[in-house]
């Protein structure tokens, strides 16, 4: 256990619980531990951006970072919540698999799923990663973001398999077919070999990005003929999830 780190992670909480900024010795007799200590804590934590000092006494107290995650997690909690009928609606549909991710920089990370009950179907993890630019959720969220966003995937994109897009021309391309669909289909798995997908994003209040719904399975069952019959279905769901968050869309 990394005593140090604890230490920390007392003083945020002191912090955190305090109505009013603190000094190093209220501190240091609050938290049994000696001045030298809390001003090493402190220093380490202002130089992270975690918290700054007050003038003119030279209290503490919390900046908004702490409130930034955590509003992170609370936004990604309210959308699992409020996806889960949408999505629920759509295993049922498809009888596929069906996915909730959001993007984390050059990822997408799965928040939730519906598992479908073929035997034979796509298997994601809650929690994992993937790389955003060889999923159908990861395009439909990058197809929401500037073209700049892109030029990150520059120089770094590694094949999976014999489809992966590897050139930044291939993916700016899938992403104005994306655009332009209001969806993104991916036929041939880019990312796993056989699965084939289709995804649709999810927009906040503020017409933001907040995540995409994706369905998958194996493309042994579901052709490019199956994908385009079940866009429409993908698309309504993320209305649903959007509509849900407060969207309002400008027809």
Request: net charge positive; with cysteine; hydrophobic share 40%.
């Amino acid at each position: 256990m990394d005593k140090a780190f604890i230490k920390g992670l007392r003083l945020i909480e002191a912090l955190a619980l305090s109505d009013q900024p603190r000094g190093v010795t209220d501190l240091a007799n609050a938290l049994g531990l000696t001045k030298s200590n809390v001003h090493r804590l402190l220093a380490t934590l202002i130089a992270q951006g975690y918290v700054r000092q007050v003038p003119p006494q030279s209290h503490y107290e919390l900046t908004t970072r702490i409130w930034e995650l955590g509003s992170h997690v609370i936004r990604r909690m309210d959308l699992t919540r409020i996806a889960r009928p949408a999505m629920a609606r759509l295993a049922e549909q498809t009888g596929e698999t069906v996915h909730l991710s959001v993007l984390d920089g050059s990822e997408v990370v799965y928040l939730d799923k519906i598992e479908s009950a073929h035997h034979i179907r796509a298997h994601t993890s809650v929690g994992a990663r993937a790389p955003a630019y060889t999923v159908a959720t990861g395009k439909a969220m990058l197809a929401q973001m500037p073209d700049s966003y892109l030029d990150r995937f520059e120089g770094r994109m590694q094949r999976y398999t014999d489809t992966t897009r590897t050139t930044l021309a291939e993916l700016r391309e899938d992403i104005r077919i994306a655009r332009e669909q209001g969806h993104a289909l991916v036929p041939e798995g880019e990312w796993r070999e056989g699965i084939a997908a289709c995804a649709c994003a999810i927009l906040n209040r503020s017409g933001e990005l907040a995540g995409a719904i994706g369905m998958s399975g194996p493309d042994s069952r579901i052709k490019r003929k199956q994908l385009r019959e079940i866009a429409p279905l993908v698309m309504e769901a993320a209305r649903a999830i959007s509509l849900a968050l407060g969207y309002a869309p400008r027809d």
